[in-house]
């Protein structure tokens, strides 16, 4: 078997239903991080992915394999569209993230169709899974966004794109690209499975499970104190807003709410692409304030999930700014 066809081979067992089509994002900018032989392979970007090329579903030679559809969230362009980073690299703290989504003639792309209250829902998350950023960035009238943004630490980050454009006929699309942030790399521990998150006060109960190739339901149970929160409030048009990321590549999965009233459950309809573990982190709303609850949770066995990095420290807890930013980690 040559090359090309262990790696579609590879792909097409790790892919099902995230969305369309998707490869392998490109790593940006240099940062400092220990020897692989005291962390594994944690920052190690992926093997690339034929869709990389432009050339998703097929392989040079008649003995090529067609490749299955890659989870969402992996390629940095998809169906002619391109997530543009213009700060690929910024500082540790506080600083300013700038992109633009550009179509297939390079061209800032400044018509979107507005889903679940926004144009573009903005993700930023460390490779370790233990800082979450959901961003609202501004989008200016050339088609530049921008959005400040609090990185707690040096290392790799990966930005997430999830739009769909105003072009007819167009389809929802999440691109992802890494972000560096220079200096010492010290990756967090990973939290470990656990059914409930506690966060700011609140206790959220994750019920269901999430398996591999198949739709089933995670219904989350927010309480206060004991008792039930019943008057959860709309965010982003939903009483509560969900995605989910797979260790070691940082697939991405975004939902959103089944029908339902506001709270104490809030129920979601999910697949996974492939055995393996993922962190799920619930946006919420109550009494004004979004916060996130994060959930370590393992999808299938354990033997068939890709090699990821070595497992990883509970995040610390969230908080919105006055930008805006609502934050995990």
Known sequence: MNTGVKITAYAAALAATFGAAYGVGTGVGPFEEPKKAEHGEHAAAPAKSPAADGHAGHEAGADAAPAAELPGGLQVSDGGYTLALDTPAPAVGKSVLKFSIKDATGRKVTAFTTEHGKELHFIVASRDLTTFRHLHPVKAADGTWTTPVDLPAAGGYKAFADFKPAAKGAKGITLGADLSVPGA???????????????????????????????????????????????????????????????????????HPNEGGPGPDVSFTATAPSAGTYRLFLDFQHEGKVRTAAFTVTAGAAKATAPAPEATAPAAGDATDDAGEHTHG
């Open 185 to 255: 790399y010290a990756p967090e521990a990973m939290p470990a499975v656990a059914p409930t998150a506690n966060v700011d006060g609140y206790q959220v109960r994750l019920g269901g499970t999430l398996d591999p190739g198949k739709a089933g339901e995670l219904k989350l149970t927010v309480t206060k104190a004991g008792r039930p929160v019943t008057d959860l409030e709309p965010y982003l048009g939903a009483y509560g807003h969900l995605v989910a990321l797979r260790d070691g590549d940082l697939a991405y999965l975004h939902v």
